[in-house]
């Protein structure tokens, strides 16, 4: 089963800064196959990225993702409130589909 | 626009049995591929388990192979989750998710709100 590390598990900043997430796989993932999702508390997650770095319809362009191989990004590029939650990246690649085990962005 | 909900989840004792149900509308359901993903209490997601559009492709987690049984009818729109040998590690809300493609790969872009499963 390939294995999803998510570093930091918890990021502390504040509205208006720059918020840098790393998604870092146990094998290497195809492009195609590399996703992001938003949770916040009490709602269903919702999908930012899929193929490593294309946003999903009405995402905001402050979200943006790169990455190959074994080591993805995803930047936020000034957050604003609401951007505060949790986000998990997934990959679709290998059988069993598998999600990193989530970074908490929290307010200053 | 494009809406899932999901149902069948209780309070089952351990070792019984359980079926979700999803039922989808506002998009053409044949056309993609399904998912079920859960959320134990103040954990994260774990892929449970995916449907090709035409049930050629199955795929499921290690924790619930042999024991979980994905389906669908494209005739009635619904997706299900036949659950057997519950146990408390299977405790969590179900999310019946849709993926983008056919396939199964291409990232879940409409999430259900959840049906709770607790074993117990």
């Known amino acids: 089963e390939m294995i999803l590390t998510q570093s930091p598990g918890t990021l502390s900043l504040s509205p208006g800064e720059r918020a840098t997430l790393s998604c870092r796989a146990s094998?290497?993932?195809?492009?195609?196959?590399l996703a992001w999702y938003q949770q916040k508390p009490g709602q269903s997650p919702r999908l930012l990225i899929y193929?490593?770095?294309s946003r999903a319809t009405g995402i905001p362009d402050r979200f943006s993702a790169s990455g190959s191989r074994t080591d993805f990004t995803l930047t936020i590029s000034r957050l604003e409130p609401e951007d505060f939650a949790v986000y998990f990246c997934?990959?679709?690649?290998?059988?069993?589909?598998?999600f990193g085990q989530g970074t908490k962005l929290e307010m200053k | 626009e494009a809406h899932l909900v999901e149902s069948g989840g209780g309070l089952v004792q351990p070792g019984r049995s359980l079926r979700l149900s999803c039922a989808a509308s506002?998009?053409?359901?044949?056309?993609?591929?399904m998912h079920w993903v859960r959320q134990a209490p103040g954990k994260g997601l774990e892929w449970v388990s995916g449907?090709?559009?035409?049930?050629?492709?199955?795929g499921y987690a290690d924790s619930v192979r042999g024991r979980f049984s994905i389906s669908r009818d494209n005739a009635k729109n619904s997706l299900y989750l036949q659950m057997r040998s519950l146990s408390a590690d299977d405790t969590a809300l179900y999310y019946c998710?849709?993926?983008?493609?056919?396939?199964?790969?291409?990232?879940?872009?409409?999430w259900g709100q959840g049906t709770t499963v607790t074993v117990s």
């Open positions: 997934q990959q679709s690649d290998a059988s069993p589909n598998t």
């Open positions: 449907i090709s559009w035409n049930s050629a492709i199955l």
């Open positions: 998710a849709k993926d983008r493609g056919s396939g199964g790969v291409s990232g879940m872009d409409v």
């Open positions: 506002g998009f053409f359901f044949d056309d993609y591929a």
């Open positions: 094998l290497s993932v195809g492009s195609s196959y």
């Open positions: 193929g490593a770095s």
